[in-house]
């Protein structure tokens, strides 16, 4: 039921660069909607990661940062570290189903 | 700070009715819209519901319609899911979340309650 599509899984070892694709279709990020990025630790509810594409909330590290561009996204997380392992959702709006949408998810692992 | 505490999860006949609810403190709930937003076990993220501030706006996943109700009382700062005709493949860990009052996301997750669909 995910319409936005992201790798099963990633991998990177200590202080390496890894990223997540994150993508959609023209009913979603390519019609311009803003992407949007969660953190789920295991057995713990999701939080908010990066909005708005490539915006911060206050609290989160500065080596995660987002981007857009056409009908895909991504996040990049800039030496990973140990407490990065995680599942990661991306998200966006769609106006064919008129609700917002998730991507498959992502788990990072950290070598 | 922002708080929301889910309850009333647990396991459920097929066929059976169950309601969830959510308490939300910290902020002026009235003027946000939420969403009851789901995970089954293993799988990933899907929107099951949503309801504006007012209630004047609602909408259900196309899994779900016909079967779920949201609703809200802003009085008591709280927020609703009535479950009816469950099946198997509703369970899941339910979790309510804060649709931010500027962007098309979620700023808020409470901590889910799970409902286990099982005879």
């Known amino acids: 039921q995910s319409v936005l599509t992201q790798p099963p899984s990633v991998s990177g070892a200590p202080g390496q660069r890894v990223t997540i694709s994150c993508t959609g279709s023209s009913s979603n990020i390519g019609t311009g909607y803003d992407v949007h990025w969660y953190r789920q630790l295991p057995g713990t509810a999701p939080k908010l990661l990066i909005y708005g594409n490539k915006n911060r909330p206050s609290g989160v590290p500065d080596r995660f940062s987002g981007s857009r561009s056409g009908t895909s996204a991504s996040l990049a997380i800039t030496g990973v570290q140990a407490e990065d392992e995680a599942d990661y959702y991306c998200?966006?709006?769609?106006?064919?189903?008129?609700?917002?949408?998730f991507g498959t998810g992502t788990e990072v692992t950290v070598l | 700070e922002v708080q929301l505490v889910e309850s009333g999860g647990g396991l459920v006949k097929p066929g059976g009715s169950l309601t969830l609810s959510c308490a939300a403190s910290g902020f002026n709930f009235k003027s946000y819209g939420m969403k009851w937003v789901r995970q089954a076990p293993g799988k990933g993220l899907e929107c099951v519901s949503s309801?504006?501030?007012?209630?004047?706006?609602?909408k259900y996943a196309d899994s779900v319609k016909g079967r779920f109700t949201i609703s809200r009382d802003n009085a008591k700062n709280s927020l609703f899911l009535q479950m009816n005709s469950l099946r198997a493949e509703d369970t899941a860990v339910y979790y309510c979340?804060?649709?931010?009052?500027?962007?098309?996301?979620?700023?808020?997750w409470g901590q889910g309650t799970l409902v286990t669909v099982s005879s």
């Open positions: 998200q966006s709006y769609d106006t064919s189903l008129d609700d917002y949408v």
């Open positions: 309801i504006s501030g007012s209630s004047s706006d609602i």
């Open positions: 979340a804060r649709a931010a009052a500027a962007g098309n996301y979620f700023d808020h």
